[in-house]
């Protein structure tokens, strides 16, 4: 691949209009995200690790349990940690949305909308703040603003 393909490609990947107003859902998000991702993936904030997540997924029905489980926890871990950084936040929107989806139809749809009864709700408003990021991208106080300004665009 010529490096001008390549410098393309890595443009249209990060491209973000300029704004502050993807600021506060970035950091609010990725903040949540992050604190899912470290609860299931390291066991932080009162999580219950990967074991515990794994087992879980088993007792859901998701297999293999610990793949599962680390592909979720770090899924939300890093890309929370990404969506606050401005790094790599319109791929890094997409799979938080998948991730979001399959938390909705797998575990949360049966059970309404509400949280209070485990329900879809607010899986659903990190999902559409996801779709939102993924077409907006990170916005001007972001790493992907730095690097596109670096590379000339």
């Known amino acids: 691949m010529k490096?001008?393909?390549?410098?393309?490609?890595?443009?249209n990947t990060i491209f973000s209009k300029s704004g502050l107003d993807t600021v506060a859902l970035r950091f609010g998000a990725g903040a949540i995200f992050?604190?899912?991702?470290?609860?299931k993936l390291f066991g932080w904030f009162e999580g219950y690790g990967l074991e515990g997540t794994g087992g879980w997924?088993?007792?859901?029905?998701?297999?293999?349990?610990?793949?599962?489980?680390?592909?979720?926890?770090s899924a939300e871990f890093f890309g929370g940690l990404f969506l606050m950084l401005g790094l790599l936040v319109r791929p890094t929107s997409i799979i938080l949305a998948i991730t979001m989806?399959?938390?909705?139809?797998?575990?949360?749809?049966?059970?309404?909308?509400?949280?209070?009864?485990?329900?879809?709700?607010?899986a659903l408003s990190l999902l559409i703040i996801s779709i939102?990021?993924?077409?907006?991208?990170?916005?001007?106080?972001?790493v992907d603003k730095l690097v596109t300004k670096k590379l000339g665009a």
Do not use: C, D, W
């Not at 992050?34 to 609860?39: L, R, Y």
């Not at 997924?57 to 926890?73: F, N, Y």
């Open 3 to 11: 490096l001008s393909t390549m410098k393309q490609l890595i443009q």
């Open 34 to 39: 992050f604190a899912h991702g470290a609860q």
């Open 57 to 73: 997924m088993e007792s859901i029905g998701i297999t293999p349990e610990i793949l599962m489980a680390t592909m979720v926890s």
């Open 101 to 122: 989806l399959v938390a909705i139809f797998s575990v949360h749809i049966n059970n309404g909308l509400f949280m209070s009864n485990n329900g879809y709700e607010f």
């Open 132 to 142: 939102s990021l993924a077409f907006r991208g990170a916005g001007s106080l972001s």
